[in-house]
């Protein structure tokens, strides 16, 4: 792993900086997991149109009078993320494919726990309408209830818990 | 004023803005190395917290920041987004997230930086993400109700603590930058050879957190543009620089009965007042809303004449300053607030100090009774009583 990293207070002030010109500029609060949403949505409303429009989860995006669901401003939010994020990784010379683990991880295990752990991401995310950006970062920027309590919910349910899954990052001494 | 959407950026302009925007936190977050899944989940180890770091110190920031344009009048807080809280549900979709975080080692910007640099365990996680959004989808008629339970609407986190929004930001930042000390002395037990707040030197910790305590405390002290607007109006000695003038009860009613097309009321009273004791033909303005964005439109005509209507006389004739003081002319406000205008206008008690005019006084207060019940009957009829609703700005995920 690279650690030529920015300095994380540096690298914190400049992250503000860009939520602040994007409520300066839009309104609005950065997000991720809204992109996923909506492809999902766009999805099944392509697919299966008529089931979409039987469950209110999907038929309060799609049909006449909304905009396409992949038109949705954190699609596109979420497009230049990964442009960003490939250009940063380019310039610091990160990019190749790899998987991640934890010392005692199998590939295949990693694998599955990232596939559990997005879904339950996935499904958290709807039920709190947001994930770490958009719910608890960008509400915290606006001071919102919504910001504070989803930011100690998603932490203190990983500290929480954190002892569970210590065999997924942890090896045998402690630290990495 | 910020924002400019939806009035200066249009719909479509604003998916390019979305994607700048996007470019800027993509290569902002890479950069912090939160393409990293190990170095994500370090936080909960104590190892790695360089996600406390990094996330605390931009949610102080962007507060902060927040605070600072409003009190320069550079951005309308009325006209942002602030994300309602449906509590239970935010909770409960919290834990899920925190277990989430521990399982896959990523939340969902963060896969998606490190799946733009090849991280293959990122990609399985968006997938996952994708699979638990259909999940839920799937089962979401079966609690629905659960999920909308609990609403709080956009409540503002200083406002349940009762305290004022730049004192929070400071005690955030000062929390913020307590977490980081405790932080620090853990990750270098935890992991005394690598931990990351080894990389540089103890001087720039106490720099970054001496910047991080001065910006919120620059943003507490800084009064809001609103607030000071209001003591510069209501500081003794205050003269306008346009003509404001009390418009009498008897005035107010004539030319509301009259249909005056050259007059705009403008009622500041909350909801329950207006809908107890209704006044016709007016908007509904919230009272501490006067100078938001959304307003300018209703108030710039200039040969339209502004009257504010509110419960006491002080509040209308502070709104009507406010808006002189902002760039607005020909405005006024009722005379002696809503109680004189009941008193008068609409008691059946014969009226004093009308000298020899009491009898045609009181004879056109009678017919402006009738009239105006006959508008307020109408108006509800037609709906039309309902406040005006202009366009907001949407967000949330």
Redesign the interface.
């Known amino acids: 792993?690279n650690?030529k990293?920015?300095?994380?207070?540096?690298?914190?002030?400049?992250?503000?900086?860009?939520?602040?010109?994007?409520?300066?500029?839009?309104?609005?609060?950065?997000?991720?997991?809204?992109a996923?949403?909506n492809?999902?949505?766009a999805a099944?409303g392509a697919v299966a149109p008529q089931h979409a429009a039987a469950?209110?989860?999907?038929s309060k995006l799609l049909g006449p009078g909304h905009?396409a669901p992949l038109?949705g401003?954190?699609v596109?939010?979420?497009?230049?993320?990964?442009?960003?994020?490939?250009?940063?990784?380019l310039g610091?010379d990160?990019?190749?494919?790899?998987?991640?683990?934890?010392p005692k991880v199998s590939v295949k295990g990693?694998?599955l726990?990232?596939?559990?752990?997005?879904?339950?991401?996935?499904?958290?995310?709807?039920?709190?309408?947001?994930?770490?950006?958009?719910?608890a970062?960008?509400?915290?920027?606006?001071?919102?209830?919504?910001?504070?309590?989803?930011?100690?919910?998603?932490?203190?349910?990983?500290?929480?818990?954190?002892w569970?899954?210590?065999s997924?990052?942890?090896g045998a001494k402690?630290?990495? | 004023m910020g924002p400019f959407v939806p009035d200066l950026i249009s719909d479509q302009l604003n998916l390019v803005v979305a994607l700048a925007i996007g470019f800027l936190f993509g290569f902002v977050l890479e950069q912090a190395g939160f393409s990293s899944s190990r170095r994500l989940v370090g936080v909960f180890y104590g190892y790695d917290l360089t996600v406390l770091r990094v996330f605390f110190t931009a949610a102080v920031t962007a507060a902060a920041g927040v605070l600072l344009l409003a009190a320069g009048g550079l951005l309308d807080l009325t006209a942002i987004f602030v994300n309602p809280t449906w509590l239970a549900p935010a909770i409960a979709g919290g834990v899920l997230m925190g277990l989430g975080f521990l399982l896959g080692g990523f939340c969902p910007g963060t896969s998606v930086c490190a799946a733009a640099i090849g991280k293959v365990d990122a990609m399985v996680f968006l997938a996952g993400g994708a699979l638990g959004v259909f999940g839920y989808a799937e089962l979401f008629p079966r609690f629905a109700a659960f999920a909308d339970s609990t609403s709080l609407g956009p409540a503002k986190v200083y406002e349940s603590l009762g305290v004022s929004p730049g004192l929070f930001v400071l005690l955030l930042a000062a929390a913020a930058i307590l977490a980081f000390t405790v932080g620090g002395i853990v990750e270098r037990k935890v992991a005394p050879d690598a931990a990351p707040s080894r990389l540089f030197a103890k001087k720039k910790h106490v720099a970054a957190a001496a910047v991080l305590l001065s910006f919120a405390a620059l943003a507490a002290v800084v009064p809001n543009r609103n607030a000071r607007l209001v003591a510069k109006v209501n500081a003794p000695g205050y003269v306008p620089h346009h003509v404001v003038k009390p418009m009498s009860p008897d005035e107010l009613a004539f030319r509301i009965i009259d249909g005056d097309q050259r007059l705009r009321v403008v009622d500041l009273r909350p909801e329950a007042a207006r809908k107890a004791r209704p006044l016709p033909g007016t908007i509904a303005v919230p009272a501490g809303e006067v100078l938001g964005k959304e307003w300018r439109s209703t108030f710039s005509p200039r040969l339209v004449k502004k009257v504010f209507v509110a419960e006491k006389e002080a509040e209308a004739k502070t709104a009507a300053y406010l808006l002189v003081e902002t760039g607005f002319e020909n405005v006024a406000y009722l005379e002696g607030g809503y109680g004189a205008f009941e008193r008068t206008v609409l008691s059946a008690k014969s009226p004093e100090g009308e000298g020899r005019f009491a009898p045609v006084v009181e004879r056109f207060r009678e017919q402006a009774r009738t009239a105006l019940a006959e508008r307020v009957r109408l108006e509800r009829a037609a709906g039309t009583a309902a406040p005006k609703k202009v366009k907001k700005v949407q967000g949330g995920c």
């Open positions: 792993m650690e990293h920015m300095n994380p207070y540096l690298a914190g002030f400049l992250l503000g900086l860009v939520l602040l010109l994007t409520i300066f500029v839009t309104g609005r609060g950065l997000g991720a997991s809204g996923t949403k492809v999902v949505v099944v469950n209110p989860f999907y905009e038109k401003w954190l596109f939010e979420v497009l230049g993320v990964l442009l960003g994020a490939f250009v940063s990784g610091a990160r990019l190749r494919f790899v998987t991640e683990r934890g990693r694998l726990f990232a596939l559990l752990g997005g879904a339950l991401f996935g499904a958290g995310a709807q039920l709190a309408r947001g994930c770490t950006s958009g719910a970062l960008s509400g915290m920027a606006v001071l919102s209830v919504a910001g504070f309590v989803t930011m100690m919910a998603i932490f203190g349910s990983g500290f929480l818990f954190a569970f899954t210590r997924l990052w942890l402690a630290g990495r």
